[in-house]
T-cell receptor, first 115, second 112 residues
Framework: ETGVTQSPTHLIKTRGQQVTLRCSSQSGHNTVSWYQQALGQGPQFIFQYYREEENGRGNFPPRFSGLQFPNYSSELNVNALELDDSALYLC??????????????FGPGTRLTVT | GEDVEQSLFLSVREGDSSVINCTYTDSSSTYLYWYKQEPGAGLQLLTYIFSNMDMKQDQRLTVLLNKKDKHLSLRIADTQTGDSAIYFCAGPSGAGSYQLTFGKGTKLSVIP
């Protein structure tokens, strides 16, 4: 069974640029959630995708957007990067929605630094 | 929505038991979780407990849930240096919600 993978591992961008982060869900999982973890904080929910549709969104501006593909992998796109976007971005996959969706398995994360 | 609070630091001696505490606000939370994060790594799901349970034991881990006080604890028996990490308590943000709300994490330091 393949776990959740994310790419790239680290990324440095300049304020105002755009970035795309990628996530491959665990084998058999069809739901992907994205979280932002600032230094010294707990992860904060950005949004979730279930079967290629957005299925819930946290308190993040529209410049944070996402996609889920037919193979259930996902992308997180952030436009007009700000210094406060510097964080560890975590992807979590789960099976379906409802009770089984609560078992979310996380990838290693992408460390984004905005200068 | 859910709000989750944890103490930030805990230091224990190797071989002792560790108890990490968490309080939450949403009484409709159906599941509550404990995740572990080692330096530079993602989150590892350690265990979770259904809201209709008071206790769950899984090898060295014991989770206690006090619904009346909205208090959750994680006890690690025979704590080892490999248990040094940040531990996060998490709960769903409202009944039927699929998003998790995390505490700020408790950093556990194990002294050899």
């Amino acid at each position: 069974e393949t776990g959740v993978t994310q790419s790239p591992t680290h990324l440095i961008k300049t304020r105002g640029q755009q970035v795309t982060l990628r996530c491959s869900s665990q084998s058999g999982h069809n739901t992907v959630s994205w979280y932002q973890q600032a230094l010294g904080q707990g992860p904060q929910f950005i949004f979730q995708y279930y079967r290629e549709e957005e299925n819930g969104r946290g308190n993040f501006p529209p410049r944070f957007s996402g996609l889920q593909f037919p193979n259930y992998s996902s992308e997180l796109n952030v436009n007009a990067l700000e210094l406060d976007d510097s964080a560890l971005y975590l992807c979590a996959s789960s099976l379906g929605v409802g009770r089984s969706s609560y078992e979310q398995y996380f990838g290693p994360g992408t460390r984004l630094t905005v200068t | 929505g859910e709000d989750v609070e944890q103490s930030l630091f805990l230091s224990v001696r190797e071989g002792d038991s560790s108890v990490i505490n968490c309080t939450y606000t949403d009484s409709s939370s159906t599941y509550l979780y404990w995740y572990k994060q080692e330096p530079g790594a993602g989150l590892q799901l350690l265990t979770y407990i259904f809201s209709n349970m008071d206790m769950k034991q899984d090898q060295r881990l014991t989770v206690l849930l006090n619904k009346k006080d909205k208090h959750l604890s994680l006890r690690i028996a025979d704590t080892q240096t490999g248990d040094s990490a940040i531990y996060f308590c998490a709960g769903p943000s409202g009944a039927g919600s699929y998003q998790l709300t995390f505490g700020k994490g408790t950093k556990l330091s194990v002294i050899p």
